[in-house]
């Protein structure tokens, strides 16, 4: 046996997927038939694996496989040859086989060859009496084995190309690029080219007015046109219902090619019919063959395409950076998830507010920290916006909550009363059973609701007003304090904030941190502690880092002040030693001490109409 061609051989047969496959009535006819021609009581489509063979198809046998040694049907594999023995009991090699050992007489055998050439095993039936074999009956043989590679090669064409295009699909591309990688030299740079011809929202749109057909004509004309104008020797396959990959020609030069495919883009009026204007997009994906995963190019591809996409261009090609960032994202979101029931890797820390007028602490932001285990530290400005964008941030705030109010509870029991300041997400403001889930947390507590404070930032309530008005509205009635966090950052609507029922508003870091800068960003400040004022909020600036910015605040009547310049944000235990500290300083400096008091319960300023 030559190994070579027969590990090929292996190779070949595995590709087509069939070993331990279902059984398949398209199958079972032809082996019904088989037995009936021959007027026999066995016959099989048998497929020689390495150490065995499998039965496709079998009728009057009992085993899905039996051992491919000794096996007749694995001669014929072997040999690609029909193998007819009369006799196996008269036979010398197959005398000791183990078909004749349960009671075998006669085989006959054709093979099963693939076009490529390939044997994959043997059209056989099967006899309990020695007989032969008419020349009639070999090629009613042979038929049969070529009605059975029929059924084979089209149940496999049919898994590979799209049933509506007709095209070679995604499955056939990861198979022609294991090919790719065994022909052509490995390290080799090549370059996949994955176009899009509409973006999700255009692709959703035509549907619903058009009907999803729409596309399949657009499709067609670009497939037709993109080998028209690049080369027919571009092989297509189509991913999905608006998008297709090609690998590019080896040595092309990359401007030169980018080039053309713009220019083939550009001149889509001439190749495009369809009155409903898209826009389409190509990723471009270098990779080096027998080093780059397949699947890798398909996901690069995509990102390089909806980079383009997302940026407004024709064109976006991979870069490593940006994948580098788009992996941290995807291996960041995975862990969280394993942060949120691992215990250890989360926790809060608490940031110092302070009363501008008095110097008094008068409570703290609860802000999430995470250590990763191998990753280390990774800051909540580069996991929330990512976590946000999937369910999860529903657990990761009720964690946040929790925590907090458990945190502010304790304090609260050892003397220290602070109020406690939460941020929350966008999403959290859809959930149903928030109001009345942070209801039942506080009674469990026994805290007054005026002690927690939520902080939403604008952008998160305009991305869905109606929902998240209605619940800071339930929230406010149970009590609850809100801010509007990061303020003049958003879309800082007149009308909009006129309607928020809120108690605070922070004005975000980076206009406080500008105002020792000039007099201009002072009046910017100052502005928005008016105009807040007027509207009836509470003011707090966030990211005081000078006494400078500390004395002008106070000066322009901003009522509270959080930043670097009273304390960072704090483990609990520090934080409680911190206002420890600062409540005996400020008894030496101005007695007598005033005790710090629980806020007034002041309802919001205003409630949604
Ligand atoms: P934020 O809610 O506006 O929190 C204030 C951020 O400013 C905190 O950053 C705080 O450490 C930082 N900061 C405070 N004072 C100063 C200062 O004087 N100078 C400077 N440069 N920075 C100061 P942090 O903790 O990294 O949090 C960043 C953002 O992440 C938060 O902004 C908030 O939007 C989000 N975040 C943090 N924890 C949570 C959470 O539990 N839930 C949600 N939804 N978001 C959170
Ligand atoms: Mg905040
Ligand atoms: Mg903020």
């Given at each position: 046996?030559?190994?070579?061609?027969?590990?090929?051989?292996?190779?070949?047969?595995?590709?087509?997927?069939?070993?331990?496959?279902?059984?398949?009535?398209?199958?079972?006819?032809?082996?019904?038939?088989?037995?009936?021609?021959?007027?026999?009581?066995?016959?099989?489509?048998?497929?020689?694996?390495?150490?065995?063979?499998?039965?496709?198809?079998?009728?009057?046998?009992?085993?899905?496989?039996?051992?491919?040694?000794?096996a007749?049907?694995?001669?014929?594999?072997?040999?690609?040859?029909?193998?007819?023995?009369?006799?196996?009991?008269?036979?010398?090699?197959?005398?000791?086989?183990?078909?004749?050992?349960?009671?075998?007489?006669?085989?006959?055998?054709?093979?099963?060859?693939?076009?490529d050439?390939?044997?994959?095993?043997?059209?056989?039936?099967?006899?309990?009496e020695?007989?032969?074999?008419?020349?009639?009956?070999?090629?009613?043989?042979?038929?049969?084995?070529?009605?059975?590679?029929?059924?084979i090669?089209?149940?496999?064409?049919?898994?590979?190309?799209?049933?509506?295009?007709?095209?070679?699909?995604?499955?056939?591309?990861?198979?022609?690029?294991?090919?790719?990688?065994?022909?052509?030299?490995?390290?080799?740079?090549?370059?996949?080219?994955?176009?899009?011809?509409?973006?999700?929202?255009?692709?959703?749109?035509?549907?619903?007015?058009?009907?999803a057909?729409?596309?399949?004509d657009l499709?067609?004309?670009?497939?037709?046109?993109?080998?028209?104008?690049?080369?027919?020797?571009?092989?297509?396959?189509?991913?999905?219902?608006?998008?297709?990959?090609?690998?590019?020609?080896?040595?092309?030069?990359?401007?030169a090619?980018?080039?053309?495919?713009?220019?083939?883009?550009?001149?889509?009026?001439?190749?495009?019919?369809?009155r409903?204007?898209?826009?389409?997009?190509?990723?471009?994906?270098?990779?080096?063959?027998?080093?780059?995963?397949?699947?890798?190019?398909?996901r690069?591809?995509q990102?390089?395409?909806?980079d383009?996409?997302?940026?407004?261009?024709?064109?976006?090609?991979?870069?490593?950076?940006?994948d580098?960032?788009?992996?941290?994202?995807f291996t960041?979101?995975?862990?969280?998830?394993?942060?949120?029931?691992?215990?250890?890797?989360?926790?809060?820390?608490?940031?110092?507010?302070?009363?501008?007028?008095?110097?008094?602490c008068?409570?703290a932001?609860?802000?999430?920290?995470?250590?990763?285990p191998?990753?280390?530290?990774?800051?909540?400005?580069?996991?929330?916006?990512?976590?946000?964008?999937?369910?999860?941030?529903?657990?990761?705030?009720?964690?946040?909550?929790?925590?907090?109010?458990?945190?502010?509870?304790?304090?609260?029991?050892?003397?220290?009363?602070?109020?406690?300041?939460?941020?929350?997400?966008?999403?959290?403001?859809?959930?149903?059973?928030?109001?009345?889930?942070?209801?039942?947390?506080?009674?469990?507590?026994?805290?007054?609701?005026g002690?927690?404070?939520?902080?939403?930032?604008?952008?998160?309530?305009?991305?869905?007003?109606?929902?998240?008005?209605?619940?800071?509205?339930?929230?406010?009635?149970?009590?609850?304090?809100?801010?509007?966090?990061?303020?003049?950052?958003?879309?800082s609507?007149?009308?909009?904030?006129?309607?928020?029922?809120?108690?605070?508003?922070?004005?975000?870091?980076?206009?406080?941190?500008?105002?020792?800068?000039?007099?201009?960003?002072?009046?910017?400040?100052?502005?928005?502690?008016?105009?807040?004022?007027?509207?009836?909020?509470?003011?707090?600036?966030?990211?005081i880092?000078?006494?400078?910015?500390?004395?002008l605040?106070?000066?322009?009547?901003?009522?509270?002040?959080?930043?670097?310049?009273?304390?960072?944000?704090?483990?609990p235990?520090?934080?409680?030693?911190?206002?420890?500290?600062?409540?005996?300083?400020?008894?030496?400096?101005?007695?007598?001490?005033?005790?710090i008091?629980?806020?007034?319960?002041?309802?919001?300023?205003?409630?949604a109409?």
């Amino acid at each position: 046996m030559n190994t070579r061609t027969e590990s090929d051989r292996l190779l070949a047969l595995r590709k087509l997927d069939l070993l331990d496959s279902a059984p398949s009535e398209a199958f079972d006819r032809i082996t019904r038939m088989a037995a009936r021609v021959f007027g026999l009581p066995i016959a099989a489509v048998s497929l020689t694996d390495s150490d065995r063979q499998w039965f496709k198809s079998r009728v009057g046998v009992a085993h899905l496989s039996i051992p491919r040694l000794k096996a007749p049907c694995s001669a014929v594999a072997d040999s690609g040859a029909m193998l007819v023995i009369n006799d196996l009991h008269a036979d010398a090699h197959f005398r000791d086989s183990h078909l004749a050992h349960s009671g075998v007489r006669f085989y006959a055998g054709a093979p099963l060859i693939t076009s490529d050439g390939y044997t994959l095993g043997a059209m056989c039936v099967l006899g309990l009496e020695a007989r032969t074999i008419s020349a009639t009956e070999r090629d009613a043989l042979t038929d049969l084995a070529a009605m059975v590679m029929a059924q084979i090669e089209l149940q496999h064409t049919l898994g590979r190309v799209d049933p509506l295009s007709g095209m070679p699909n995604r499955k056939q591309f990861i198979e022609d690029y294991a090919d790719l990688q065994m022909d052509r030299p490995q390290g080799e740079r090549r370059v996949a080219v994955l176009v899009n011809m509409a973006n999700q929202e255009q692709l959703n749109n035509a549907a619903r007015v058009m009907g999803a057909s729409y596309f399949d004509d657009l499709m067609d004309e670009a497939i037709r046109s993109y080998r028209a104008f690049l080369g027919e020797e571009h092989k297509v396959y189509q991913l999905a219902a608006t998008q297709f990959i090609t690998i590019a020609p080896p040595d092309i030069d990359d401007g030169a090619y980018t080039a053309r495919l713009a220019h083939w883009l550009d001149s889509r009026a001439e190749w495009c019919t369809s009155r409903f204007v898209t826009t389409p997009a190509i990723g471009i994906a270098p990779f080096l063959l027998g080093r780059t995963e397949c699947l890798d190019v398909l996901r690069i591809g995509q990102n390089a395409m909806q980079d383009a996409h997302q940026t407004g261009q024709l064109i976006g090609t991979y870069s490593s950076a940006q994948d580098a960032a788009y992996q941290r994202r995807f291996t960041l979101l995975n862990a969280f998830d394993a942060a949120l029931d691992d215990g250890h890797q989360l926790r809060l820390v608490y940031q110092p507010r302070i009363d501008l007028a008095s110097g008094r602490c008068v409570g703290a932001e609860a802000l999430l920290r995470w250590r990763h285990p191998e990753l280390g530290d990774v800051p909540p400005g580069e996991f929330m916006p990512v976590v946000e964008q999937t369910s999860m941030v529903r657990a990761a705030t009720n964690w946040v909550i929790r925590e907090a109010v458990r945190q502010l509870a304790a304090w609260h029991g050892a003397g220290l009363q602070l109020q406690m300041s939460v941020n929350v997400s966008a999403a959290n403001l859809l959930e149903k059973d928030f109001v009345s889930n942070l209801a039942a947390l506080l009674n469990r507590h026994r805290m007054a609701p005026g002690w927690l404070e939520l902080e939403v930032t604008e952008s998160a309530v305009m991305e869905n007003q109606g929902t998240a008005l209605a619940t800071l509205a339930a929230l406010d009635e149970a009590g609850v304090r809100l801010a509007i966090d990061d303020f003049g950052t958003g879309y800082s609507s007149l009308a909009y904030l006129q309607s928020m029922p809120a108690h605070v508003v922070k004005i975000d870091q980076s206009f406080v941190r500008n105002m020792a800068g000039g007099e201009r960003n002072r009046t910017l400040v100052n502005t928005m502690i008016s105009l807040s004022h007027e509207l009836g909020f509470r003011v707090v600036a966030e990211g005081i880092e000078t006494d400078e910015v500390r004395q002008l605040l106070r000066d322009q009547g901003c009522d509270e002040g959080q930043g670097y310049l009273f304390a960072r944000p704090l483990a609990p235990e520090d934080l409680f030693a911190w206002c420890a500290r600062e409540q005996a300083g400020q008894a030496a400096a101005r007695p007598p001490w005033k005790p710090i008091c629980p806020p007034t319960p002041s309802p919001a300023r205003h409630t949604a109409t």
